[in-house]
């Protein structure tokens, strides 16, 4: 299968550079190619592309700056995704695209399942909706692949900022209030190759969710990089009021990722195996004397 990759550098396109199953040649499309603020040349790509199948790894993840520049934000995430969508669906090309639990409301505490209604709380949230729309209007094969919490050796993540300042520091304060669960890249990249093939192969359209497991907050993921990398750095819980940010975080990012397994035999992946995976890679895992 030739894949085509939007998105070369982050992290999930970085891994799905890597990780290519036996049988798949990827082609990675960087902004030089595809620039998302251009939706109209990223559709021409998609069109003239040698590809059985597309998926799109990239975005305007900077959540915080969004709320400032929504507009840029809603063409990057909302009309590039919709007019890629369009120009694989009008050549029967399996589309696969990458979403967020932003685009719920983050009330209560019960897990969101794909079909819940969505309520974005912030601009990013928004820009993820309108490209989901996109998407499904298209009406070609897809899958709409919602994910959280994403970490991996590289670009910046929560697990290495938790290195940095946990060797910097005796102590620091993480949020506590904010439930989900951290998703290894890795993981991410593996699913879409079988969703891209499983789609090629005839598989259902459809919307799905995929985080890691088991669920924990943020301070907890904190603890458990201190732990494994072996830094004494202690981690003092404070709530998501304490830690103000110009956009509001969802405190429920619990998703339900059993549709995911019914359709696609696609299982949560274990967000302890993949940090200590991470921090392999990085070099930071604590080796016990
Ligand atoms: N990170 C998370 O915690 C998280 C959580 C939920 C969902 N997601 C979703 O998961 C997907 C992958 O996220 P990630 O963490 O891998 O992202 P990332 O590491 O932040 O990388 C974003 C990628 O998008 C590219 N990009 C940004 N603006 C672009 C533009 N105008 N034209 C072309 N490329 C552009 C970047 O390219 P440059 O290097 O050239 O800037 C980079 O390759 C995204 O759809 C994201 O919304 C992420």
Redesign the pocket.
Known sequence: MRLLL??????????ILRRAPEGVAVTA???DV?????PAA?AAAIARAEADAVV???????VDRAESEEE?AR???GE?PAAMARAAAARGLPFV??????VFDGLGTKPFAPEDPVAPQNA?GRS?LL?EQGVRQAGGPHVIL???????A?????VKTMLRLGREREAITVVADQIGGP?P?AA?ADACFALAQGLAQGGPSGTHHFCGAPETSWAGFAEAIMAEAGLACRVNPIPSSAYPTPATRPLNSRMDCGSLHSAYGIAQPDWRDGLRNVLRELGALHAPA
């Open positions: 939007i998105g070369r550098t982050g992290q999930v396109a970085t891994e499309l960087g902004r595809a620039d998302l603020s251009d990223c799109n790894a990239a975005a305007w993840t900077a840029a063409v990057i995430n590039a695209h990458i979403s967020t639990d932003y990013y993820k490209g919602r994910t959280a919490w994403v970490f991996s590289h670009g910046a993540n929560f998703t890249a991410i």
